[in-house]
């Protein structure tokens, strides 16, 4: 059984960073890529950030040169640094591990909150 644990969420003032860890454990082969989405209030769900077994990366464009994708394939753990942190980065964010296979599995979620 996958699981996902996502830690490293909370309140932090615009300008600042927190960095996201996100813990596979259970099946850890076959992984295709790791990735971070992210859902505010009232809006859908969209895609952060995404790390590939071969480590190409893709960013929301709002985030680029602010964020940044890294993954240890030792911990079995993708991190998301997040930097310069504006009011409009603060949603859910969600950890989410693609296999090659098909399968999908989510993380629960960690909260974080930009004040202004």
């Known amino acids: 059984q996958v699981q996902l644990v996502e830690s490293g969420g909370g309140l932090v003032q615009a300008g600042g960073s927190l960095r996201l860890s996100c813990a596979v454990s259970g099946s850890i082969f076959e992984i295709d890529s790791m990735g971070w989405w992210r859902q505010a209030p009232g809006t859908q769900r969209e895609l952060v950030a995404t790390i590939t077994s071969d480590g190409p990366r893709m960013y929301l464009e709002s985030v680029k040169g602010r964020f940044t994708i890294s993954r240890d394939n030792v911990k079995n753990t993708v991190y998301l640094q997040m930097n310069s942190l504006k009011p409009e980065d603060s949603a859910v964010y969600y950890c989410?591990?693609?296999?090659?296979?098909?399968?999908?599995?989510w993380g629960k979620g960690t909260l974080v909150t930009v004040s202004s």
């Open positions: 989410r591990v693609s296999y090659v296979y098909g399968m999908d599995y």
